[in-house]
C-alpha cells in the first residue's frame, strides 16, 4: 500500500452507466477506498464537487449533458478545485480523447476493462506525484 | 533584423520554458506532459515563417513524442523523454543563435536517436517500430471470468440498464434517419454501445462486449464523418440492437439456470459492418521512404540510393540512410532534414484529413439521461403501497370508533387529524414510488412503427407527446401488448397507401400520434392517426355477417363504432403479416378495462381516428362513489359516473320486453335496479323516491338505482380470491372506513347482465 495515498478521502465516481460505476466503486474498494459518491453525468458531478469534500475524482469519457472532457476543464477552471486529482476512465481506440484530456489537465487516464492493480498503479503515479 | 528581436525574445523564453518542463518530466508523468504539450502549441504560433525545414520537423517530433509517451506507444521511455530534452535543446540553440545547427554533432546524434525510437523510418533499419505497433493491439484480457458468478446482483444490474440503453438507442434511431448528420443524435446512438462493450468488457461477457465493438466501430466511423448514416447502416444498427437482446436474454437464463452462455454467430454482422466500411480515406497511404523522396525531388540519383542502400546493409549498426547520404557527400544534410519533412508531413496528412470532429456532447443526449436512483425490488414496493393502504383504512377505523369518538378532548382530535394527515402524505408518496414515466413504453412504439411502415410500404412519421407522464409501474406491462396492438391497426388498417393519400389529396406521408396525459385523475393515452377513419357500413356489414347484431337493429354511429371490440370482430379483409392475429380488439378492451379504465374511439371519416385509454392512476385505488343499496355498499367508479338524478314520475316508463327506461334530457336510458340485480332482499325504493346513477360504458348508458349515496372516497382494491374472481358485476372489494367490506362494481358485467 502506497502512503502518499489517504484511504479515508471522499472519491467522486461519475459515469453515465449505473452499471459501470458500480464496477469502479466495487474496484475502488477492492483498492481501500471506502468512501465513494456518484454522479451520472458532468453536471451532476460539478453539483456533488460544490456540495462534498472531494479527494479524488474517477470519471467517464463520454457521459451525456457534460462530458468526462468537459468536467475536467471546468474543474481546473475553479480555483477551489484546480488542483483536484482526476482520473480519466476511457476506451482503447479513443487515443485523440486521451491526448486531448491529458493537454486539458488529467492527472492519468484507465483503458476500459482494468483491474484493481492497474487503478491501484495509477492512483499511486497519481498521489506520489502530488506528494513529490 | 531589428524588429525581428521581440519576437526572438519571446521565442527563445518560451523554449526556454519548454526546456525546463522537459527537465522537470518524471517517467509516466501525465500532467506534466500535457504541460509540455500546450507549451509547445503555444510556441508554434510564434514561429517566424521563414524558418527551416529542420526546426518544423522537430516541432512535429516532438509533439509526435509526447502523444505517443501519453498513449504509452513508445519505448523506452527514458529514451523518448531524453529525444525531447535533445530536441529542445537543438531548438534553444537555433533560437539563439538564430541559425538552425543542421552540421552539428547534437541534430546527428538526435536524427540517430529519432530512428531508433522508429519516429523515422530508416530503410532497411531494425524494426524498432515493433514496440510502439504492438501498444496498437488489444491489450491482453483481464482475467476475471469469477466476477460474473462471483457478483450476479451486477450482472442482472447490467442486463437491465442495458436493455434500457438499448430502447433509448431505437427512438435515438429514428431521430438519426431525419437527421443523419446530427453529431448529437449519432453520439446518443453511439454512447450506449460504447458503455455496453466497456461494462461487457469488466464482466467477461466476450460476445457482447465483440458485437457491441462492430456496432461501435461503425458508429464511430460515422461520428468522424467517414461513414454516411444511411437507411442499410440504420438497418444494420437495428440488427446489432436486436442480437444484443437475445444476448442479454440468453444472459439473463443462464444466470437464473445456473447454465453456460450460448453461442452467438456474429459473422452476418462482421460481414456487414464491413462492407459498410468503405475503404476511404480512412486506410493509411504507404509512407514514402526517405531515398525514394529524396529521388524523386532529384537529389540523388537512382543509383546513388541502390549504392547506399547497399553499405547500409552491409554495415553491422545499419546507420541511417541519410547518414550514409551525407556522409558520401550526394546530400547535404539540410535536403536530407526538408526530406524527413515531406515523409512526416505525409504521414501527418492522413490523419488530419480524418481527423474527427470533436465528439458533440449535448442536450440532445439529455433524453437518454437518468435520475439519481436506487433500484428497489418491485414486490416490496407492492407491499409497501398494499400496507398503507391498510394503514389508512386502519386509521379511519380508529377515528370513526364509535367510543373514541365519545371523548371530546381537543388534544385527542388534533393528534388524530395530524395522524390522518400523515397517513394520507404517506399514501401518497408510497404509490409516487412505483410510479414511472411512460416514456420508455412509448419509445418502444418508435421501432414498432418503423418497421410497420416499412413491411406495409407506407410512410409513417411517429409523433410522441407526454413522455415524462407518469403512470404505475404494474400498468405498463399491462398496456404494453394493447399499445402495440392499437398501434399496429393504426399504421395497417387507419392510414392509407400513400397512392390512396395523393388521390384524395392528402399527403403521402400519413401520421401517427402518441399522447400520454394526466387529466382528471386518469392516464390518458391516446392512439391517433390521420388515416381513412373507421368505414361504418363495412363494420355493420361484417356485425351482421357475423352475427353480433340483428338486420334493421338501429344504432348510433358511436354504437357502431364500438362494435369492433365485440368478440370475434375484425375489419382488415385479409389478414396481413402484420396485424389481425392474437390478440383482437376485444382482448384490448377486456385489458385496459381489468385497469379500471376505459377505451373511447373518435373517428371521421378520411380524417382519421383516435382511440382514447383512460385509466386510473394506479390500479391499486380507485376514486370511488359508495352508494347504499339495502343494506349492503357497494362502490361505484367515480370515473364512470354521468351524473346522479332522481327521476320525476313523468320522465319513468316501462316498457313491454325491454323493461325500465328513464328519459334523462330527452334520451332514454334503460334503468338497472341494483338490488334485483344482486339480490338484497325487498328493500327496494320506487324509482321516484331513490337515486339514479347514470352510468357510461362505451358510449352507451345505464341508470342505476341505487337507495342512497353514502359519500366519495379513494378504496384500496382488494381480490376477491379466485373462486370470486369470474362473478360477473364485480370488480374487486374494498374495506371501507367502519371496517365494512364495499363490493366494487365492475360496469362493463352490469351492462353485460342489463342487457341479458
Given amino acids: 500500500m502506497d502512503k502518499n495515498i489517504d484511504f479515508r478521502m471522499k472519491v467522486l465516481v461519475a459515469d453515465d452507466f449505473a452499471t459501470m460505476r458500480k464496477i469502479v466503486r466495487n474496484i475502488l474498494k477492492q483498492i481501500g477506498f471506502d468512501n465513494i459518491v456518484e454522479a451520472e453525468d458532468g453536471q451532476a458531478a460539478v453539483q456533488v464537487l460544490k456540495n462534498e469534500n472531494i479527494g479524488l475524482v474517477v470519471t467517464d469519457w463520454n457521459m451525456p449533458n457534460m462530458s468526462g472532457l468537459e468536467l475536467l476543464k471546468k474543474i481546473r477552471s475553479d480555483p477551489k478545485t484546480a488542483h483536484l486529482p482526476v482520473l480519466m476512465v476511457t476506451a482503447e481506440g479513443l487515443k485523440e480523447n486521451v491526448v486531448e484530456a491529458v493537454k486539458a489537465g488529467v492527472n492519468n487516464y484507465v483503458v476500459k476493462p482494468f483491474t484493481a492493480e492497474i487503478l491501484q498503479e495509477k492512483l499511486e503515479q497519481i498521489f506520489k506525484k502530488l506528494a513529490g | ?756
Fill in chain 2, 1 to 756: 533584423m531589428t524588429d525581428q528581436a521581440p519576437k526572438n525574445q519571446e521565442l527563445r523564453e518560451g523554449l526556454e520554458g519548454l526546456a525546463l518542463k522537459v527537465v522537470m518530466l518524471e517517467e509516466g508523468d501525465l500532467p506534466g506532459l500535457g504541460a509540455f504539450l500546450t507549451h509547445l502549441e503555444k510556441i508554434q504560433e510564434i514561429l517566424p515563417p521563414d524558418r527551416s525545414p529542420e526546426v518544423t520537423l522537430l516541432f512535429q517530433q516532438l509533439e509526435d513524442v509526447g502523444n505517443k509517451l501519453i498513449l504509452q506507444e513508445i519505448s523506452p521511455v527514458a529514451q523518448a523523454q531524453e529525444l525531447l530534452s535533445q530536441g529542445v535543446s537543438l531548438l534553444l540553440t537555433w533560437a539563439r543563435e538564430s541559425a538552425f545547427p543542421g552540421e552539428s554533432e547534437p541534430w546527428k546524434t538526435y536524427i540517430r536517436a529519432a530512428q531508433e525510437l522508429g519516429l523515422v523510418k530508416s530503410e532497411e533499419g531494425p524494426p524498432k517500430t515493433e514496440s510502439a505497433e504492438s501498444a496498437h493491439e488489444p491489450e491482453p484480457e483481464p482475467a476475471l471470468e469469477s466476477q460474473i458468478w462471483e457478483d450476479p446482483e451486477l450482472v442482472a444490474n447490467f442486463i437491465a440498464e442495458a436493455r434500457e440503453h438499448l430502447e433509448g438507442i431505437e427512438s435515438g434511431l429514428v431521430h438519426l434517419e431525419q437527421a443523419p448528420t446530427d453529431l448529437q443524435a449519432i453520439n446518443a446512438v453511439f454512447r450506449p454501445f460504447h458503455t455496453v462493450k466497456g461494462v461487457a468488457g469488466f464482466l467477461n461477457l466476450p460476445q457482447i462486449q465483440e458485437l457491441s465493438h462492430e456496432v461501435e466501430s461503425l458508429l464511430d466511423e460515422a461520428r468522424s464523418g467517414r461513414l454516411q448514416i444511411t437507411a442499410p447502416v440504420i438497418d444494420l444498427i437495428l440488427v446489432g440492437v436486436d442480437r444484443l437482446k437475445e444476448m442479454l436474454d440468453d444472459l439473463q437464463e443462464a444466470l437464473s439456470d445456473h447454465r453456460s452462455l450460448q453461442k452467438f454467430d456474429l459473422q452476418d454482422i462482421k460481414d456487414l459492418v464491413k462492407q459498410l466500411q468503405q475503404p476511404g480515406p480512412t486506410e493509411e497511404a504507404p509512407k514514402r521512404q526517405l531515398g525514394e523522396i529524396l529521388v524523386s525531388q532529384g537529389e540523388i540519383t537512382g543509383s546513388d540510393l541502390d549504392q547506399a542502400l547497399e553499405q547500409q546493409k552491409a554495415q553491422e549498426k545499419t546507420p541511417p540512410l541519410g547518414e550514409i547520404l551525407v556522409k558520401e557527400g550526394k546530400v547535404s544534410p539540410k535536403k536530407v532534414a526538408r526530406a524527413l519533412v515531406d515523409q512526416l508531413t505525409e504521414e501527418k496528412r492522413v490523419p488530419e484529413t480524418a481527423a474527427p470532429p470533436p465528439a458533440a456532447e449535448g442536450k440532445a443526449a439529455a433524453d437518454a439521461q437518468m435520475a439519481a436512483t436506487i433500484k428497489i425490488d418491485l414486490a416490496k414496493v407492492d407491499n409497501l403501497v398494499n400496507l398503507m393502504g391498510e394503514l389508512v383504512i386502519a386509521q379511519s377505523q380508529v377515528r370513526q370508533n364509535p367510543n373514541l369518538s365519545a371523548i371530546s378532548d381537543q388534544k385527542l382530535e388534533r393528534d388524530l387529524a395530524q395522524m390522518s394527515r400523515i397517513t394520507s402524505e404517506l399514501q401518497m408518496i408510497s404509490m409516487s414510488m412505483r410510479m414511472v414515466p411512460i416514456g420508455q413504453t412509448l419509445r418502444k412504439m418508435v421501432r414498432l412503427v418503423r418497421d410497420l411502415s416499412r413491411k406495409s410500404r407506407k410512410t409513417v412519421e411517429l409523433h410522441l407527446e407526454g413522455e415524462d407522464t407518469e403512470i404505475d409501474r404494474n400498468m405498463v406491462e399491462a398496456i404494453y401488448d394493447p399499445l402495440v396492438h392499437l398501434v399496429r391497426n393504426a399504421v395497417d388498417h387507419g392510414l392509407e397507401s400513400p397512392k390512396e393519400r395523393q388521390a384524395v389529396g392528402k399527403p403521402q406521408e400519413g401520421h401517427v400520434w402518441l399522447r400520454a396525459y394526466h387529466k382528471g385523475g386518469n392516464v390518458v393515452i391516446d392512439i391517433e392517426e390521420d388515416g381513412r377513419g373507421l368505414d361504418r357500413d363495412r363494420i355493420l356489414a361484417k356485425a351482421q355477417e357475423r352475427g353480433l347484431i340483428q338486420s334493421g337493429e338501429q344504432l348510433t354511429p358511436t354504437q357502431i363504432d364500438y362494435l369492433i371490440f365485440e368478440p370475434g370482430f375484425s375489419t382488415a379483409e385479409t389478414i396481413t403479416d402484420i396485424s389481425g392475429r392474437g390478440v383482437g380488439m376485444d382482448v384490448v378492451r377486456l385489458t385496459i378495462e381489468r385497469l379500471q379504465g376505459k377505451i373511447e374511439i373518435h373517428t371521421r371519416p378520411q380524417q382519421g381516428t383516435r382511440f382514447t385509454l383512460r385509466m386510473p392512476l394506479t390500479m391499486a385505488i380507485i376514486d370511488g362513489l359508495v352508494v347504499k343499496v339495502g343494506k349492503e355498499r357497494y362502490i361505484l367508479p367515480a370515473v364512470a359516473v354521468r351524473e346522479t338524478l332522481r327521476p320525476a314520475a313523468s320522465d319513468y316508463f316501462t316498457v313491454q320486453g325491454q323493461g325500465e327506461i328513464i328519459k334523462v334530457r330527452s334520451q332514454l336510458i334503460p334503468l338497472v335496479r341494483l338490488h334485483r340485480l344482486f339480490r338484497t332482499g325487498n328493500g327496494d325504493l320506487p324509482p321516484t323516491e331513490a337515486l339514479v346513477m347514470v352510468v357510461e360504458h362505451e358510449g352507451k348508458q345505464q341508470g342505476l338505482l341505487v337507495d342512497d349515496i353514502l359519500g366519495k372516497q379513494e378504496v384500496v382494491i382488494k381480490s376477491l380470491g379466485d373462486s370470486f374472481q369470474k362473478i360477473k358485476g364485480l370488480a374487486g372489494g374494498t374495506i371501507l372506513g367502519d371496517g365494512r367490506v364495499g363490493l366494487i362494481l365492475d360496469l362493463a358485467g352490469i351492462f353485460a347482465l342489463g342487457q341479458a
